[in-house]
């Protein structure tokens, strides 16, 4: 089966090869069609089933053929980036194709005033989470009445984060005659109940799960100095705008101290360790699964049984003792079938202890060095000759010369 037997556009079909989406995943083939109908949908889908571009794609097609506009409301802010980003990715491969496509992303957390800017002149496509939206709605930022698509994704999630007020007010808002999709990994009573007082006559799309055994992690590996590594963690945390990244370092006071750094540099970061009692380490957790709190700065008591849900971020600041820390950290992420990304911070004097869990655990990454942030020091200094005589130990000048001879290195 290939996308153009779905019935999508000519110039959303090339936006989608572009993309490189050639053939559409079971939940695509099912969702897609349907929407160009004008149905709603009831589709049971995780991420990594490809459900947004589900939805997306037939979406692009329908603001570009008519002049719909289109709701998605999602539980998190990382669900937020990720989603506009595919649209953002898809509206940039449509290029000039099609008339022009406004896409506005907004969450929680973050100055709402910048994005009240962002919606100046209104969006065809708005992806939010359900209270930044009511008060940017409240604000007059948004016309609810507009709307004449809404997207739930990871309904389940909505409801499991206590937005089901929010959502009920959303609702009230969005005109009576609409069409409705409806996207859920889990059908709980609550989700059961929501979408039928949501969709009419839906068309269900229930897919055997993608659930593997096997965690979806892709492992990276940046070469650094050892004193850069929180400006390059910085960069990454910007970079990812948005997502969450649970950070691991070696001590409580590594901890305190990087997270205070990160604080500075206007992170909204906070410490993990064993010194916090049980009602401050259950409100660290609290406010980074409801995603208030980006980062997290922790020691190994946060490697084991700790689940974060849809962590998409692991960073070893610091590297693990061993192997099998190392297997328990980056563990936190790609959870229950979704995909995460574990990135390890090596500089010259990690670098043989990094090498020795790689050969313990049977990998090898690449050593990827960041444009800005190249290391100086790319090995860590052969025993320099400092002119002691071999089985005597070093004098005191000699020690001295010796790390003088390191000092330049370092500096070259
Ligand atoms: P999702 O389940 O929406 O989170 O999508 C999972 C990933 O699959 C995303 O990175 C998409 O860009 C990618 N993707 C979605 N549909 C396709 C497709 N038909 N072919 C290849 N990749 C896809």
């Keep these: 089966m290939s996308f153009s037997a779905l019935g999508l556009s000519p110039a959303v079909l090339l936006a989608a090869s572009k993309k490189s989406y050639i053939t559409p995943t079971p939940v695509q083939a099912e969702v897609i069609p349907a929407v160009l109908w004008g149905e709603d949908i009831l589709a049971q889908a995780q991420t990594g089933s490809g459900k947004t571009a589900a939805y997306v794609l037939p979406l692009l097609h329908l603001m570009t053929t008519d002049s719909s506009k289109a709701l998605i409301l999602v539980p998190t802010r990382e669900l937020a980036v990720q989603v506009g980003n595919e649209i953002k990715g898809l509206l940039a491969a449509l290029g000039k194709m099609t008339r022009p496509i406004k896409l506005g992303t907004v969450f929680g957390g973050v100055a709402i005033n910048p994005q009240m800017m962002q919606l100046r002149g209104g969006a065809d496509v708005l992806v939010a989470t359900p209270g930044r939206l009511l008060d940017l709605i409240d604000k007059n930022a948004v016309r609810p009445e507009f709307f004449n698509t809404l997207v739930l994704d990871e309904a389940d999630r909505l409801l499991d984060m206590g937005f089901a007020a929010e959502i009920n007010r959303i609702l009230a808002l969005l005109p009576a005659k609409r069409q409705s999709l409806f996207f859920s990994a889990t059908f709980p009573d609550d989700v059961n109940a929501l979408a039928t007082g949501i969709l009419n006559n839906p068309t269900r799309v229930m897919i055997a799960s993608t659930e593997t055994t096997q965690p979806d992690i892709l492992q990276r590996a940046v070469f650094v100095d050892a004193g850069r590594r929180a400006d390059v963690l910085a960069h990454l945390i910007k970079e990812n705008a948005g997502q969450r990244m649970l950070v691991f370092v070696a001590s409580k006071h590594g901890s305190e101290q990087l997270a205070n750094t990160l604080y500075a540099k206007g992170i909204n970061a906070a410490p993990f360790h064993g010194e916090f009692s049980q009602g401050r380490r259950n409100q660290v957790l609290a406010e980074f699964k409801s995603g208030s709190l980006q980062v997290v700065v922790a020691t190994d008591l946060a490697g084991r049984g700790i689940d974060i849900d849809g962590l998409p971020f692991v960073v070893n600041y610091d590297l693990p003792r061993s192997p099998v ?37 049977n990998i090898r990454l690449n050593r990827e060095v960041l444009a800005g942030f190249e290391a100086r020091l790319t090995s860590m200094p052969a025993v320099v000759n400092t002119g002691g005589v071999k089985g005597v130990r070093m004098s005191k000048k000699d020690k001295l010369r010796a790390a003088a001879a390191r000092a330049e290195q370092e500096n070259q």
């Design 325 to 361: 820390d190392y297997t328990h950290r980056i563990g936190r992420t790609g959870r229950n079938g979704a995909s995460g990304t574990a990135i390890s911070l090596i500089s010259a004097a990690t670098e043989a202890h990094f090498r020795l869990i790689e050969n313990r655990l």
